[in-house]
């Protein structure tokens, strides 16, 4: 793959850093877009976003960070070189949520109502910034003699090189799409607020875990060589999502 897209003298453009702009800004768009459409301010939606994306960004490299802490230990200065890659979702999606419910409530958006127009958008997000993921070598996925195994050559890539790896980054970018389609096919369906954001949590934590056991790079272990950073957090995403779900479907409509 090609970790640095174009070099021009002193400023070096990272393929990652590019990928994972594009998801975001995409993410942007397509929320405002789909906020008007369901009769908020499109702007709002954007300013929110612009929230998330800074809170998503940050709790994403600060998992990160604590997860890998030995290396940032000896090179500090590299916790800020998020281009390089190095973001966990699950630290993002933490800090977006609390982040997210704070201006919510501020502005007095209908949270639950919110939420929904914005989980399709995340998963769009994903869909195109583990591209940048797969350029850059990073959350790379364990040996394989499978036909569609990825063979990194690029000497910074930050994947072992020169053997055949399953190409996790391409499935989790092919179940962000299948997560994306199956919440716009809610979108007409869906019977009360929360159901699509949750339906989201439900189905992300499932194909993240799924995903995790095909990885190889060393993202921390709860249980050591069983059940990764992201699994374990996944299970109480999961626990959370259907519970939300079935309280929310219990009480209806519910747009605080």
Known sequence: MYPILLELGPVTIFTYGLLVATGFFTAILLASKQGEKEGMDPQVIMDLCFYILLSAIIGARLLYVIVEYKYFVERPLDIFK??????????????????????????????????????????????????????????????????????????????PLNEALHPTQIYLSLNAILIFSILVWMRKRKKFDGQIFCMYGILYSIGRFIIEYFRSDDRGFAIEGIL????????????????????????GALTP
């Open 82 to 159: 998020v281009w390089k890659g190095g973001l966990v979702f699950y630290g993002g999606l933490v800090l977006a949520i609390a982040v997210a419910m704070y201006i919510a409530k501020k502005k007095k958006l209908p949270i639950w109502k919110t939420a929904d127009i914005i989980a399709p958008s995340i998963a769009v997000g994903q869909a195109i910034g583990r591209w940048g993921c797969l350029f850059a070598g990073c959350c790379y996925g364990a040996q394989t003699d499978l036909p569609w195994g990825i063979t990194f050559t690029d000497q910074k890539s930050l994947a």
């Open 228 to 251: 990764s950073t992201s699994q374990f957090i996944g299970l109480f995403a999961l626990l959370i999502s259907v519970l939300g779900f079935l309280k929310l479907k219990k009480n």
